[in-house]
């Protein structure tokens, strides 16, 4: 049951993914700990046909504009059950959006087809060791080199870095910024295994030295491309909230179903008015970042840089609600909450980095309060 209606197309997106979340679930845990594609979570994912949803349909997707909102409701179902399998769903959007915006003809038609069948894994390189936050001061540089473009620099914390197929990648070049699609292959590029993380991630340290493409693989137009890399966070970041959604969701469920089940003091921890207090908490979170998420989504879509700031808020509401809501399911718990390998562990790691990346919470709260106190409502 839930308070916001989707309509037909989207409840039928949202079976699908449910149906490819249930069938990883059995090994869900297994692919939770991966730092390389799972092989079982690859297969049902490329089953799905959902990776067509983060593709325009020019190239093998379901809609010329992509839809962030059957974007968000897939993430939620993915996420409900493994954040590798959001992550592999997700990445395949993030790392090609740029391509698909920004990209040639050409270069598109080799790509994004590949992408949507999950035949090629996507990444998006823009942090570096010593930038993450403030991308502006990116170090990496991009210029021209003859006939081609020359890439220098280190990008690190790269999702999918060491098992994608290629990286959209953001530098500096003069006084502006660039985009460049630098494939695995291309020669100077090397991938190093990236940090282990609390919640294990595929992640790689990039290093591009004196790395040339063709001059094609350019995406956007030279020195202003800043606004490239944004437009994808414009229509990802709204995503994100959608995989708050979906680990808060099976949070909730997991603390529900061991409070109705275990009893203390001769009833139901259930029956215990602060549990059921807690709980009802957690549920009434869950649905309004639901809410704001759904809201946030399908506004995205018509024009996602002016719905940015709606964007950011559903992604504040809902990564920080599903921080609470995971924290309150382990207090309910007990010390069943804390046994490692159990799912609501896994959770409540998974639950951490959403209020990182694509946007730290407080960056974007900073970002708002200057949408503030410009007049913006
Ligand atoms: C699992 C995971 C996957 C990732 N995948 C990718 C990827 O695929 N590609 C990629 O390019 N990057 C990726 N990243 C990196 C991610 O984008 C950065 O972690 C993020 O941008 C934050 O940068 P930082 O970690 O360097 O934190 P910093 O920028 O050092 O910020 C640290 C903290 O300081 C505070 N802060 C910073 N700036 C402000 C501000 N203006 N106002 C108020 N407070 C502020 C915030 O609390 C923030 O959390 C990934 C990170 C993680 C954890």
Known sequence: MQLFDLGSRHREIQVTARSVAARVEEFA???DECTEPHPGVLAALRESGLACLVVPAAYGGESEILDPLAIAVV???LMYSSAHLDSMFGMQGVGSYSLAVGGGDDLRARWLPRVARLEAIA???LTEPGIGSDLRGVT???EAAGEGVRVNGRKSFITNGGAADFYCVLGKEGDGYSMVLVPADAPGLTVAPGSELIAPHILGELEFADVIVPED????VPGKAFALMLQTLAVFRVTV????VGLAQAALDEAVRHATTREQFGKPLMALGAVSQNLALSWTEVESARAVTYRAAALARTDPLASLDRSSIAKVAATEA???VVDRSVQVMGRFGLVRGSKIE???RNARPLRVYEGATEVLLDSLGRRLSKGAS
Do not use: D, F, K, P
């Open 75 to 77: 993430r939620e179902a």
């Open 29 to 31: 845990a297994e692919a």
């Open 123 to 125: 990444g998006l390189a």
């Open 217 to 220: 693989h350019r995406l956007g």
């Open 346 to 348: 896994r959770l409540y």
């Open 140 to 142: 990496t540089t991009v």
């Open 241 to 244: 909230a959608g995989s708050a």
């Open 322 to 324: 599903a921080g609470r």
